[in-house]
Each structure stands twice: as C-alpha cells, then as structure tokens.
C-alpha cells in the first residue's frame, strides 16, 4: 500500500523560511518524479515545485521562481521542499505527490497518483 506523508508545516513570519519534507512508501520511490502543490481556500490546486526521479530536472511556476528549491533523497524515499522569503499569500495546504511520469518531470496535477493528506503552511504579515 503506498502511503505519502508530508509534514513540516507551521506558522511562520512574513520573510522567514520553512522546510517541508514528504516520505513515500509502498513505492520504488526512483521510479517516480514527484511534485509540491498547495491549495489556498477558495483557490484550485496549483504546483510549486516538481523533481525528476534522480533530481536532474526541475520546474518551478514563477510565482515562487528563485524563493522554494525542491530536492530529493532517494536512499531515503523523501523529498524536500525548502521554502525561502515567503510571503503571506503563500500561505495554504502543501501537499506531495508521486507521478511515474519519467526522465522529466510535470506541474500539472492530472499527472499524479499518488498524494498525501498535506500540511498547512501559514504565513503572517
């Protein structure tokens, strides 16, 4: 049974930082790339980040371009998401997600199979 648990999340300032990390079970975790995706409310779903199944290849939306740096431990089934100068409409519910989209990777949702339940990251002004 394949089971994805993020965690990391919190409350955090205007300009601070956090880490989010995202394990994968129940899977050849390097057979699949994986993705970071948030949902504000009342807001769809949309990707900030993707990795590629050895780490080779990433996509980030402009919006946080330069701020969240996505990595990946395969000898430990975890990815990372390090989330630098956030911003108040950062805030939302991160999730991670595995894709056997592979060689590449993709920040389109419909993509992926498999997803955790999240983690709520709140950023104050």
């Known amino acids: 049974q394949v089971q994805v648990v993020e965690s990391g999340g919190g409350l955090v300032q205007a300009g601070g930082s956090l880490r989010l990390s995202c394990i994968a079970t129940?899977?050849?975790?390097?057979?699949?790339?994986m993705g970071w995706f948030r949902q504000a409310p009342g807001k769809e779903r949309e990707g900030v980040g993707c990795?590629?199944?050895?780490?080779?290849?990433?996509h980030y939306p402009d919006s946080v371009k330069g701020r969240f740096t996505i990595s990946r431990d395969n000898a430990k089934n975890t990815m990372y998401l390090q989330m630098n100068s956030l911003k108040p409409e950062d805030t939302a519910m991160y999730y991670c997600?595995?894709?056997?989209?592979?060689?590449?990777?993709?920040?389109?949702?419909?993509?992926?199979?498999?997803w955790g339940q999240g983690t709520q990251v709140t950023v104050s002004s």
């Open positions: 997600a595995a894709s056997p989209l592979q060689f590449t990777c993709t920040l389109a949702r419909g993509r992926y199979d498999y």
């Open positions: 129940g899977l050849t975790f390097d057979a699949y790339s």
């Open positions: 990795i590629s199944q050895y780490g080779s290849i990433t």
